[in-house]
């Protein structure tokens, strides 16, 4: 999911580029949208669990599987906000 919401953030980003008036501010700009997307994503799985009508324990377990590209990826984006100021 994780890497999901990552490009999520990445696709909000590049839609509003335009919008940044100060190039040094961007890993600000960047961080609030992927705080944005994360309580977006929180109160959406919210709504969905009061919506089931399927109690949770009778779901089928998801499969947890290696995303390589994916952790990667988010290793990188937090290498790149530790250096944001």
């Given amino acids: 999911e994780i890497p999901d919401l990552l490009q999520e ?3 909000r980003a590049l839609e509003n ?4 008036n100060e190039p040094d501010r961007l890993g ?3 961080t609030t949208i992927a705080v944005f997307t994360a309580r977006q994503t929180i109160r959406s799985r919210k709504r ?3 919506l089931s009508l399927v109690p ?4 089928p377990e998801r499969v947890a599987h290696d995303d390589l590209v994916g952790l990667q990826t988010l290793r990188l984006t937090y290498e790149v906000m530790d250096k944001a100021p």
């Fill in 56 to 59: 949770p324990e009778k779901l």
């Fill in 48 to 50: 969905k669990r009061w």
């Fill in 17 to 20: 580029i335009g919008k940044i």
């Fill in 28 to 30: 600000s700009w960047l």
């Fill in 9 to 11: 953030v990445y696709i």
